[in-house]
DNA sequence: CACTTAAATAAATGATGCGGATTAAATCTG
DNA sequence: CAGATTTAATCCGCATCATTTATTTAAGTG
C-alpha cells in the first residue's frame, strides 16, 4: 500500500468519477455524486478539470426528461478522442489487433493469419509492429497519437516486468516483449499481460460480468488460462504473474495417474487426439489448428462416438478442475471463453455435469457457469481496455504511469 | 475501494506508523520514516497523537549507541497496556482461550479439554463465555477493559457477518455466533474468523512468514483448511467466506474416482482409517481425536505397513492439492500447520515428494514447503492478533470499527 | 412571474503532508 | 572545558484537497 498524500486522495477520487462516468455512459454531475458519495463540490471540481484536460465532455441533454422541472442536468461522458489505444492479441493461428478511442470503441482493426508458432520472437515481433502500425494508419492517426498498447498472449506473463515467463507460441522463455515493442514504437508505452487477464476485464466492462466485482474466466484455447476478478480487481499471483490453468493436475476420465489439464482439455490436445482417433482418415487435414474445433463439432453431432468421448473428456476434466476452483473461490459467477467452447454442448454438458457431480451441497448454487464467446476483435478490444485503466489512473494497482497526454 | 477524504489519508499513514512499530518492535521516529517513506514530520505528527493517545510509549535509550554521534534516537513501541483483547480456538477436543495485551504477548490463557463435537451451540457459547470471563479475570482485568474477542474455528466462516456457515465440529449451519457472544460478553465485541486465517495471520505476524507478503497456510486438523496471503492482506472468498480446502477434489492413490480431500487426509479420516485397519487390536481406544496422531506415528515408526500406507496416501494427496495451489497462487512459501502435522515425515516425506513430482519445471522451485507446528496457545495468540489488526486500524479491509479506548 | 432543480462559484474550515528552519541532545575536537 | 559537529526531533509557514454553507447563474416548468 502506498502512503497517503493528497495527491494519492486526488488520484482515487478522480478515479472515482472517471470509473462512474465510464460506467453510467452519459451521466449528470449530481448522479456522480450519489454513486460515488463524493460532495456536490468535489464532483464539480473534478469534472471540471476533466473537462478542461479533455478526457470527457458534456453530452447536452440525454433526451428523456420526464418530471423534469428545474435545470435540466447536463450530461457527461468520455471523451472518445481523449486518447487512443492499440490492443493486439497474439492466438496461435493469427494475430490481431485492434485501435480503440478512449471509450474503447474499435476504430479499426486487423487480423493476420500467422502461425504465430512457426516463426521465431523477433519475426512476430516485426509482424505486430507492422500490423500495429498499420492499424494506427487505418484509424487515421499518427503513431505519436496513441497513449499506449497492450499485448495479449497466452501463458504466463509478468505484467510489470513485461516479461512473457512462458508461452505456448515461444519455445523460448523470459522473452522482453515489452521494451522490444516499446523501443520499436518509437516509445509508446507498450505493455504485456495474459490473454485471459484481458478477457477478464473485457467481461468487468463490457461482457457478462458488468457489476460484478467477483467472477472467474476460464479460457479454453490453445493454452487453458484462468482470469480472477476479486473485488473488483485483477487478482494476479505472488509476483504479478498468473496463473497458468494448464498446469493444473486433473485425474484423466480413464482412471490412472494425473495429467496436467492441458493434456487433456487444451485446444492442441483436443485436435491431436482427433488426428490420432481419425488417423488416415479423410478429415485429418481438417483438424489443424484455426477452424478445427467447429470440424470436431461437426464429427460429434454426426455422432462420431470416439470425438464425443474425447470432448466428454475434456469436458469432465475442465469441470473436476472448475469445480475445485469454485471450491477456492465461491465465486457467483465462472464464465467460459475461448475458440475451443465453439465445440458447443458436447464439451459443456459434460463439464457442467461434472461441475454439479462434483461440488459438496453447500457450494452447488453459489456459481452460474455461463459461456461466452469471444470474437477477435473482441479480445482486442480487452487488450485496448486494459491500457485505457491505466490511462484512468488507477491509484491503487501497482499499474505505473499517468495518462500522457 | 472507499471514497477518499483527509480522514482517509490519516487512517492509511496512521496504520503505516503502527505497523512500523508493531514489525520492528522498538524503533525510533527517523527509521520510521524511512521505513514507511513519511516525512519526518509526518511521522513526529502521528507518532505524537499516539503517544497521546497512549498506544505508544516512548523506550528510552535501547542501549547499543554504537558510532551514534549526535542527538540520541528516542525509541518508540507500542503500549503493552493500551489495550487487551481475547482469542479463542474452538478445536475437535479441546478449546483454548488468551487474554493478550495489545502487543499480542500471552497474559493468560486457559484450556478447556472438551469434545466440542457432542455439544450443542449453545453448550459451547456457554463454555467459551466462561472460559473467557476467566481468562480475563487471570489476566487481572475486567471483562470492560477489553477491546475485542475473535473466535476461531474450523470451517467456512463468513467473517463480516459473524456466522459460521459450516463447521466440522457443529452439525448446524449459519450459526450466528460472533452475535450470540458479543450478547454474552456484555456488548464487547466478537468476532469470528475461520481458524486457518488466524494461524495464517500469526504466521505473518510472528511466524515462519514475517515480511513475506505471499504464501499459503494449509492446515491440516479435524478439518483442512487453506489460508492466503496475498499483497501483505488475507485473501477471502467471494463474500468473506474463506474457501474450505476439504471440499477439494482429489484422486484417491488407489485410483478410482475422486473424493474430497477431507475423505483422505483430514485428521479424523485417518483416525478412523486407522481405527478400521486395527480393528480389535489392542491399539484401537488410543485412536481417538485428541493425541492419536502420535500414536500413528509411533505406528508407523515401528513399521506398521498398515498406517504407513495410510499415513502416504494422505501425504499424496494433500500433495496434489498442494501442487495445484502452487500453481494457482505460485507462493514462495508453503506452511503446513496442524496437529497432523505431529504425525511427522511418514505424511510429509511423501507430501513433498508427490508436489516435487506433480509441479512443472517452470515452478519447481518457486515455493518452499514448510512445517510448522503450533501449540494451542498460539493459535489463540492467532485470534487475538486478528483482533488488534483492527484495533490498530487498518482502513482498507472491510474491518470495521475504530479503537474505543 | 414565481417556482424548481442543476450546476458553478465563493468563502470559510479543517485536515493533511511537505520543505526548510530551528531546537535538542548528544559526541567530537582543539 | 568550550565550541564545533552531528544527528534527532520539532516548529512554522505553505500548498493541496475535500467539505460545508451560501450565493449565484442557468434553464426549464407551471
Redesign the pocket.
Known sequence: MK?????L??A???FHVMDAIRRFGPI??????DRT????????????AL?DDGLII?H??GGI?D??????????DLNPDAAHVVGARLAPDHITIATTNFRADIRSSITLPVRVGRHGVSVVADLVEDGIRRSVADAGLELSQISGVCIGLPGVVERGAGICRASPLFGERDIPLAAELTRRLDGVAATLDSDVNLVTLAEHWFGQARGLDDFLVVSVEMGLGLGIMHKGELFRGANGLGPDLGDLLVKPPNGAGLVRLAEVASEESMLADARRALAASEHEQAFRLGRGMEKLLERAEAGDAAIVALLRAAGEALGFAIANLIVLFAPPKVILAGAALAAGEALVRPLRDTVSALLPPSLADVADIVVHEWGDEDWARGAAAMTLRDLYGAPWGTTGPAPHL
Open positions: 502512503t497517503a498524500d493528497p495527491e486522495m486526488r482515487i477520487n478522480r449528470a454531475r449530481v448522479e456522480i455524486s458519495e463524493l460532495s456536490a463540490t468535489t464532483v464539480s471540481a473534478i469534472t471540471g473537462l458534456t447536452q441533454l426528461r418530471a423534469a422541472r428545474g435545470r435540466p442536468r447536463v450530461l457527461l
